[in-house]
T-cell receptor, first 111, second 112 residues
């Protein structure tokens, strides 16, 4: 059982639609991060959330950290083909210690 | 502007061979780690280090060794390669706390 469970594993939508990816755990995290990975590349950070209930927006992407700091979500509004990729959530149980990743959500946005 | 550099990018090994995957960072980060990524999956932590001379095991450490003699370098050794170790390996570094992890380009390893 993974410490961070992502759902869904795969999402295929049409351009212009909205999507939400979830990252859940039974453990409390110091912070959660979202990364995006392109084929053949390493993951690249999108955002870090550190405060329970925090909401961060990055253009069409909205990230939320749960009040209890056990879960997070990523919402994309009006998805574009350029949003296609593997989205990974990751978290620090304790700041400055090991960074644990979820299983990833593969997003395909069709034109 | 190198960031995290991994070598080699590709490697084919025969079962039972040993090798070392190199990782170097030039950002003076204390924290470094190694992950493996299997097709269509997330990253699983192999080993990590919170500073020179300090290493610890992650989720999947068996069959791998690490050492951290300098802040810059964090090599990963495969002692006796097995087909189950066929994967893409990523090295990452960060400055600690809740900070961003910076990743290398990855090493694609095939064990036949």
């Amino acid at each position: 059982t993974q410490l961070l469970e992502q759902s869904p594993q795969f999402l295929s939508i049409q351009e212009g639609e909205n999507l939400t990816v979830y990252c859940n755990s039974s453990s409390v995290f110091s912070s959660l991060q979202w990364y995006r990975q392109e084929p053949g590349e390493g993951p690249v950070l999108l955002v870090t959330v550190v405060t329970g209930g925090e909401v961060k927006k990055l253009k069409r992407l909205t990230f939320q950290f749960g009040d209890a700091r056990k879960d997070s979500s990523l919402h994309i509004t009006a998805a574009q083909p350029g949003d296609t990729g593997l989205y990974l959530c990751a978290g620090y149980l304790t700041a400055g210690n090991k960074l644990t990743f979820g299983g990833g959500t593969r997003v395909l946005v069709k034109p | 502007n190198a960031g995290v550099t991994q070598t080699p990018k590709f490697q084919v090994l025969k079962t039972g061979q040993s090798m070392t995957l190199q990782c170097a960072q030039d950002m003076n980060h204390e924290y470094m780690s190694w992950y493996r990524q299997d097709p269509g999956m997330g990253l699983r932590l192999i080993h990590y280090s919170v500073g020179a001379g300090i290493t610890d095991q992650g989720e999947v450490p068996n069959g791998y060794n690490v050492s951290r003699s300098t802040t810059e370098d964090f090599p990963l050794r495969l002692l006796s390669a097995a087909p189950s170790q066929t994967s893409v390996y990523f090295c990452a570094s960060c400055r600690g706390g809740d900070s961003e992890a910076f990743f290398g380009q990855g090493t694609r390893l095939t064990v036949v």
